[in-house]
């Protein structure tokens, strides 16, 4: 179970998070000190941080730069600014994406999902099936001793089909998963994308037929 800590001094809106959390079967946390809500963040060892910009007696942006100091853990701004620099400034102090209030629950949740799954790879970067190894670290796929670089989409296809070797994943799985990384993408340009891969994979060696396709329903590997 995924652990992941709020600060934000809405009580109300705090509240109202947790219980969204607890709820998507997260254990969840909040800040009690905000004049030491980077060490209580550091001691919960959460797996995420939901860091609210503006607090009293406190600065979100100082916040974000002693967690970052101590800890790689993903750090979400949520926040009512809407200002360019908070963003921009948020997001070079460490934070791994930036929320606006008022916020959509679905839309948050996709986003702290996300940043789960892409630490869970970046902690296990090697992928293999087939002979064929994904370093999602790296961007770049091998076979038989050779390698190539990927596109972000087709780091992101390949990893979906990888992590579902040997079954059918559908054209509309692979849509969702590459709308949360926010690279939005339509039924003619994930054609594309496959294809491209394929023939990625087809000069390394693996075959033609290394990513098949199931007509009418996706492809598998």
């Known amino acids: 179970m995924a652990k992941i800590h709020v ?24 800040a009690e000190d905000f004049s030491r809500a980077a060490e209580e963040a550091l001691a919960a060892e959460a797996d995420c941080v939901v860091l609210d910009l503006k607090l009293p007696g ?38 791994d994406d930036y929320v606006t ?10 986003r702290i999902q996300g940043i789960l799954r892409r630490a869970d790879a970046a902690a296990q970067p090697l992928l293999t099936h087939g002979g064929i190894t994904l370093d999602e670290a790296a961007g770049s796929v091998s076979f038989d001793g050779r390698t190539a670089e990927l596109t972000r989409n087709e780091l992101k296809i390949l990893q979906l089909l990888m992590r579902n070797a040997g079954k059918v994943v559908s054209r509309q799985q692979l849509m969702v998963h590459l709308w949360e990384s926010d690279s939005f993408i339509d039924d003619n340009t994930l054609t594309v994308n496959v294809n491209r891969l394929r023939k990625k994979l087809e000069e390394l060696g693996a075959g033609a037929e290394a990513v098949k396709t199931r007509r009418g329903i996706g492809y598998s590997l």
Not at 15 to 28: C, H, M, N, V
């Open 7 to 30: 600060i934000e001094d809405d009580a109300a809106l705090c509240a109202e998070l947790e219980r969204l959390l607890d709820l998507q079967g997260f254990d969840s946390t909040h």
């Open 58 to 95: 406190a600065d979100g942006h100082q916040i974000c730069r002693d967690i970052r100091a101590a800890s790689t853990v993903p750090i979400i701004m949520l926040t009512s600014s809407e200002s360019e620099f908070d963003e921009v400034m948020a997001l070079s102090l460490g934070a």
């Open 101 to 110: 209030k008022p916020y959509r629950p679905a839309t948050l949740l996709a």
